[in-house]
């Protein structure tokens, strides 16, 4: 079935639907750009909501199906990876969310930071690191991103901040790098993303204040799953409109499960603060198809139907797939040979991670600063402490 804003003209001829717009530049009937209908919005202290419609290329939709599908395909990895003890320690999947990752990476400017929690393995890959650098770093590998001293919760690259393993402890350390932008004297803004399970904890709420205070340029997004890390949201929290809890910094609620909307609903964010008007709460409805961590089944406090449900009439890939294919966008064998190409570098990157070798013990003092001033390193007895080595000097020695 056609999509509604398609639907209504469906009937028309081919030389009409040209006129609209649909057909500009095609071959083969395909579409060089459609227009959508978007989700609705939910507001808070915002008179103005994002648009209730949005365009898409065909080179954006294959762009953003390629992102959404290589971080479930990598997702995928990550978790037999992790069942043959490859991966080790924590490890926190991805996979059911990746429309609310994609759709505001596409709405960000090369200068604007991102900062989110230990999900981190799509961020990761989204804002510049490859196949290998994420696989690499989950199996603590020398080719990892951080070279495998981070693995699943640490991963960096630049303008992404990681990655972080305490609950809630990225927001303050965002409105700490919205400061820092806004101090610099550029529009650039940072992006802090937490769960639903994280947005009670104090914290947040302390630097809700300091944002709205001194106007950062903070665009703080909640992704709701639905669950903490065993405990329904509204087992855990008295407000679960977490849009609304910031009080007077204003919010916008978005259906994390479609990447247009959450793209339109992230450009109005940019816009905002990069205008100028301070921080904006996103509230993304999401959720994820795992575990809370692969150490949770997952199934402990929800249904395995309900699980298929969402997978079955939600999923941001497969819902994603329909409305550019049935739209004559995308043809269906474009987009089967883009995911043959993604299981491929996957699989390959995979296969290298697991062969790859660690580092060697000399390198555990370098990147501990930027720019060291000291010449040793804090041991684990203050009496024997390490001599300090630039990463160039512990790879030659």
Not at 25 to 41: C, I, Q, R, S
Not at 176 to 198: H, Q, S
Not at 345 to 372: F, P
Request: net charge neutral; hydrophobic share 35%.
């Amino acid at each position: 079935m056609l999509p509604a804003c398609v639907r209504s003209i469906s009937k028309k001829s081919p030389s009409n639907l040209k006129a609209l717009g649909f057909l500009s530049g095609a071959k083969n009937n395909y579409a060089t750009e459609v227009k959508f209908d978007l989700k609705p919005y939910r507001l808070h202290k915002l008179d103005q909501a994002p648009g209730s419609s949005a365009t898409i290329t065909k080179d954006d939709a294959i762009e953003y199906y390629k992102q959404m599908h290589t971080i479930r395909r990598m997702e995928t990895a990550a978790g037999n990876l992790y069942k043959e003890k490859i991966i080790r320690g924590f490890c926190h999947l991805y996979s059911g969310q990746e429309a609310v990752a994609v759709g505001i990476k596409a709405a960000l400017r090369p200068y604007d930071a991102v900062i989110t929690a230990y999900r981190a393995h799509g961020w990761s890959y989204l804002m510049g690191v490859n196949h290998l650098g994420v696989l690499a770093e989950l199996t603590g590998r020398q080719h990892g991103c951080a070279r495998g001293k981070g693995g699943s919760m640490h991963m960096y690259t630049k303008n992404f901040y990681g990655g972080n393993g305490i609950v809630g402890a990225q927001i303050p350390l965002g409105v700490g790098i919205a400061f820092g932008l806004k101090y610099e004297g550029t529009d650039g803004v940072c992006v802090a993303l937490y769960g639903d399970g994280a947005a009670n904890q104090g914290q947040v709420f302390e630097v809700y204040n300091m944002a709205k205070l001194w106007n950062l340029p903070c665009i703080f997004v909640c992704e709701n799953n639905g669950y903490g890390m065993g405990t329904s949201a509204e087992r855990a929290s008295a407000n679960t409109d977490y849009y609304t809890r910031g009080d007077y910094v204003p919010g916008i609620w978005v259906d994390g499960m479609d990447v247009l909307t959450v793209r339109e609903a992230a450009r109005y964010a940019v816009d905002h603060c990069a205008s100028g008007k301070g921080p904006i709460i996103l509230e993304a409805a999401t959720y994820r198809y795992s575990g809370h961590s692969m150490s949770d089944p997952g199934t402990s406090y929800r249904t395995r139907d309900e699980i298929q449900e969402v997978r079955q009439t939600r999923d941001p890939i497969t819902s994603f797939k329909e409305k550019i294919t049935s739209s004559n966008l995308v043809s269906a064998e474009e987009l089967k040979k883009l995911e043959v190409e993604i299981r491929t570098a996957v699989d390959e990157a995979t296969k290298i991670a697991k062969a790859d070798s660690e580092i060697s013990v000399e390198e555990l003092t370098t990147d501990v600063y930027t720019e060291n001033l000291e010449t040793s390193i804090r041991n684990i007895s203050p009496f024997n402490p390490l001599p300090h080595q630039r990463l160039g000097e512990a790879v030659n020695s």
